[in-house]
């Protein structure tokens, strides 16, 4: 957020205009974004982000336009908590019929 004020205050100056203030909200949201994985086609950090209407949140590469990998979770998903911690061990699991 300081890089960004940063830069808002030297285009101001070279523009001759007053930088705005930044919404407290946006700032806020723009802190929320935390990775939850590697993007498997670009290696981009993916974040989860709401969706435009405000029902439902989907996965999404932080490289978007460049890389349009998304994952769309159910509408039904009200709340998606990303913890600090990772797996270690992978679990697989075989299913069987009959």
């Given at each position: 957020?300081?890089?960004?004020?940063?830069?808002?205050?030297?285009?101001?100056?070279?523009?001759?205009?007053?930088?705005?203030?930044?919404?407290?909200?946006?700032?806020?949201?723009?802190?929320?974004?935390?990775?939850?994985?590697?993007?498997?086609?670009?290696?981009?950090?993916?974040?989860i982000k709401t969706?435009?209407?405000?029902?439902?949140?989907?996965?999404?590469?932080?490289?978007?336009?460049?890389?349009?990998n998304v994952v769309?979770?159910?509408?039904?998903?009200?709340?998606?908590?990303?913890?600090?911690?990772?797996?270690?061990?992978?679990?697989?699991?075989?299913?069987?019929t009959g």
């Open positions: 957020m300081e890089k960004m004020r940063c830069i808002d205050q030297m285009l101001g100056v070279r523009l001759d205009v007053q930088p705005s203030e930044l919404n407290d909200q946006l700032a806020i949201a723009q802190e929320q974004f935390k990775s939850v994985m590697k993007c498997p086609k670009c290696g981009t950090d993916m974040v969706r435009k209407n405000g029902q439902g949140k989907y996965l999404s590469c932080l490289s978007y336009p460049n890389c349009k769309w979770f159910s509408i039904n998903v009200e709340q998606i908590d990303v913890l600090d911690e990772n797996c270690l061990q992978v679990r697989q699991y075989h299913c069987s």
